[in-house]
Structure formats: structure tokens, C-alpha cells
């Protein structure tokens, strides 16, 4: 269906193949036991918490921060009751690292629930930033705000599941101007308004025992959109998320044609995959079939046709 040219496609001619070659297959990992739903990153243990304070959570935040991916296919991820969304048009990448470094390091997740650092600690996501304490707008010893999401301050009036969402999109802000700083030849600031760069992003993401690399994808060389997926795989098996990029094309005019939005590919499923899409805040299914042909917008990848960059996972050193 797309009738014009990407720009991924272009900078495929000119700077040669950048995708690493399917990796060497392995055994097929064992089924899930029965009942606990897709393999995904949900598994992982928060052996970093304390089990007394996962004890004081009820049982859905308790989830939210042991097993925040742990989400069925076409629901929304929460913290608290607040949707996990991008809070802008902008912060999409911002939003999938925050969620990847919330998925490896349940400290974040407790904070993003709770507004509580677990053991006094700050993931590095926090560092620098400005947190209220005590957090909870309803403590009678809290401050007189608390921070939205454009650093505005608000009044302490606003319900817990607000101050969440508030916290959320506070971590999406610092994440957005993190990864721009500097993204430009190594030196100067990336525009905000065109969101996250693949490789500011690589640079930030954050989940244990690895570091992530930016390729680029030329998706109409389908041999390589395997390989690709066949890192995808590798990677989700072994509990590893994946963010993605999406884009458009010429014929949607040239700002289609680069990569626009951000996707966390968080599990697989029979023929595909389970992918968090910011701008819904929710966890959509996307087929195999349909990376692999592209032929019209997609709704698990913000609703573009094509998928444009890839940051894969690499052993950290």
C-alpha cells in the first residue's frame, strides 16, 4: 500500500547494511507453566525489594511492580489507576524507557506506584530531580505541590492516583531532555520537538546484564526485517525487552517519512507480538506477517506503516 520512499530506505544505499545477521539458534525455551499467561519480561523477580514492602501493596500495585509488563494484549499499562501514556506528542521514546527501566528495576516501579524510594536510594532515572516528601498529597506534612509532567507545580489537593501520573510523566520529562542533550555529533542539544533520537535513546536505556545498540531498519529488504525479528526473539526469550521505531513514508509527505514514534516489543505470542504503545498506554498485538509486509498503518505502532530503527540488546561490558 505505501506509495513512496523512506528515508531509512535511503540511508540503507548509502551507509550499507546496519541490521546484525540472525543469531545462531538456540533451543526453544521451555512453555510457560499453565496459567501464567504469554512469556515475557513480566517473569522477571524483584529480588531488589524487600518482601516486607511489596507486603504492605495490594494485590494490583504489588503487580504493577513486580510484573509491570505482565499485561494482556489490548490492555493498558497502570500505575496505580493512571495509564502509562506519553503525556505529549513528543515523549514517546521518553515513555518506552522510562517503562524499560521500570520493567528491570523494580525500585523505579515501587516509586512510580508508590512515590515511596524504596531503600532510600534513587534509580538514575531520579537523580537531580525534584521530589516532594513526604510524597503522598494527602499527609498532612506534605508540601503545598507536587510536580506535573511539564514541571509545572500543582496543588497538593490532588488524589494519589493523580500525584502517579504526575510522577510519570515528571520521569518522561527528565528521560526526553536526557536523551536530546548532547545527541547531535556528541556535542549539541537534538530539537525536543522532534522527540528521541534511536541513538540518544540507545545511549539511556537502561535494563540489567545489557546495553543497547541503534540499527537502522530498511523494512522493504525483508531478509533483513528476519534477522531483525530474529534478534527480537533472541532477546524477548531471554527476558530482554526491545524498543522499535516507527514511521511513515513520502506519500504521507516528507515528515512521514522518518521515524516518528517509539514501541517496546515486551513479548511474543502465537505468530507475533505483544508490543506497548505509548500513546494508547497499552499493550496491542501486532503479527509477524505484518512487520514483515507492511501494507498500512498499524495500531501497535502508533498507528505507522513501517518499522524504521531498532535498538537491540548487546551484552554490557
Given at each position: 500500500?505505501a506509495?513512496?520512499?523512506?528515508?531509512?530506505?535511503?540511508?540503507?544505499?548509502?551507509?550499507g547494511?546496519?541490521?546484525?545477521?540472525?543469531?545462531?539458534?538456540?533451543?526453544?525455551?521451555?512453555?510457560?507453566?499453565?496459567?501464567?499467561?504469554?512469556?515475557?519480561?513480566?517473569?522477571?523477580?524483584?529480588?531488589?525489594?524487600?518482601?516486607?514492602?511489596?507486603?504492605?501493596l495490594?494485590p494490583?500495585?504489588?503487580?504493577?511492580?513486580?510484573r509491570?509488563?505482565?499485561?494482556?494484549?489490548?490492555?493498558?499499562?497502570?500505575?496505580?489507576?493512571?495509564?502509562?501514556?506519553?503525556?505529549?506528542?513528543?515523549?514517546?521514546?521518553?515513555?518506552?524507557?522510562g517503562?524499560?527501566?521500570?520493567?528491570?528495576?523494580?525500585?523505579?516501579?515501587?516509586?512510580?506506584?508508590?512515590?515511596?524510594?524504596?531503600d532510600?536510594?534513587?534509580?538514575?532515572?531520579?537523580?537531580?530531580?525534584?521530589?516532594?516528601?513526604?510524597?503522598?498529597?494527602?499527609?498532612?506534612?506534605?508540601?503545598?505541590?507536587?510536580?506535573?509532567?511539564?514541571?509545572?507545580?500543582?496543588?497538593?489537593?490532588?488524589t494519589?492516583?493523580?500525584?502517579?501520573?504526575?510522577?510519570?510523566?515528571?520521569?518522561?520529562?527528565?528521560?526526553?531532555?536526557?536523551?536530546?542533550?548532547?545527541?547531535?555529533?556528541?556535542?549539541?542539544?537534538?530539537?525536543?520537538?522532534?522527540?528521541?533520537?534511536?541513538?540518544?535513546?540507545?545511549?539511556?536505556?537502561?535494563?540489567?546484564?545489557?546495553?543497547?545498540?541503534?540499527?537502522?531498519?530498511?523494512?522493504?529488504?525483508?531478509?533483513?526485517?528476519?534477522d531483525l525479528?530474529?534478534?527480537?526473539?533472541?532477546?524477548?526469550?531471554?527476558?530482554?525487552p526491545v524498543p522499535?521505531?516507527?514511521?511513515?513514508?513520502?506519500?504521507?509527505?516528507?515528515?512521514?517519512?522518518?521515524p516518528?514514534?517509539?514501541?517496546?516489543?515486551?513479548?511474543?505470542?502465537?505468530?507475533?507480538?505483544?508490543?506497548?504503545?505509548?500513546?494508547?498506554?497499552?499493550?496491542?498485538?501486532?503479527s509477524?506477517?505484518?512487520?514483515?509486509?507492511?501494507?498500512?498503518?498499524?495500531?501497535?505502532?502508533?498507528?505507522?506503516?513501517?518499522?524504521?530503527?531498532?535498538?537491540?540488546?548487546?551484552?554490557?561490558?
Amino acid at each position: 500500500m505505501a506509495s513512496g520512499r523512506q528515508l531509512t530506505t535511503v540511508l540503507r544505499s548509502v551507509l550499507g547494511r546496519s541490521v546484525p545477521p540472525a543469531p545462531t539458534p538456540t533451543p526453544a525455551p521451555a512453555p510457560a507453566p499453565a496459567g501464567t499467561g504469554p512469556r515475557s519480561v513480566a517473569a522477571r523477580p524483584a529480588a531488589a525489594l524487600p518482601e516486607a514492602l511489596l507486603d504492605g501493596l495490594d494485590p494490583r500495585r504489588r503487580r504493577q511492580v513486580v510484573r509491570p509488563l505482565d499485561v494482556p494484549a489490548g490492555h493498558p499499562v497502570r500505575w496505580g489507576t493512571a495509564a502509562a501514556r506519553q503525556v505529549d506528542g513528543t515523549t514517546c521514546g521518553a515513555a518506552v524507557l522510562g517503562l524499560l527501566a521500570a520493567a528491570g528495576d523494580p525500585r523505579l516501579a515501587y516509586w512510580l506506584v508508590t512515590g515511596d524510594l524504596a531503600d532510600g536510594s534513587r534509580p538514575p532515572e531520579l537523580d537531580g530531580l525534584d521530589l516532594p516528601d513526604p510524597w503522598h498529597p494527602e499527609d498532612p506534612d506534605a508540601p503545598g505541590w507536587f510536580r506535573t509532567p511539564d514541571g509545572r507545580a500543582a496543588h497538593a489537593a490532588a488524589t494519589a492516583d493523580e500525584a502517579a501520573a504526575a510522577r510519570w510523566g515528571l520521569l518522561q520529562a527528565a528521560l526526553h531532555r536526557r536523551s536530546t542533550a548532547r545527541a547531535l555529533a556528541g556535542l549539541l542539544p537534538w530539537p525536543r520537538a522532534l522527540g528521541t533520537p534511536p541513538w540518544g535513546a540507545a545511549r539511556l536505556a537502561r535494563f540489567p546484564g545489557v546495553a543497547y545498540r541503534s540499527v537502522l531498519v530498511d523494512d522493504t529488504r525483508t531478509a533483513e526485517v528476519d534477522d531483525l525479528l530474529a534478534r527480537v526473539d533472541d532477546a524477548l526469550d531471554r527476558g530482554v525487552p526491545v524498543p522499535l521505531y516507527s514511521g511513515g513514508d513520502t506519500g504521507g509527505g516528507l515528515a512521514a517519512a522518518v521515524p516518528r514514534h517509539v514501541v517496546l516489543a515486551v513479548g511474543r505470542s502465537d505468530g507475533g507480538y505483544r508490543v506497548y504503545e505509548p500513546g494508547a498506554g497499552a499493550v496491542l498485538g501486532v503479527s509477524r506477517e505484518t512487520l514483515r509486509h507492511p501494507d498500512g498503518p498499524v495500531a501497535a505502532l502508533g498507528h505507522w506503516t513501517h518499522l524504521t530503527w531498532a535498538l537491540l540488546p548487546v551484552p554490557r561490558r
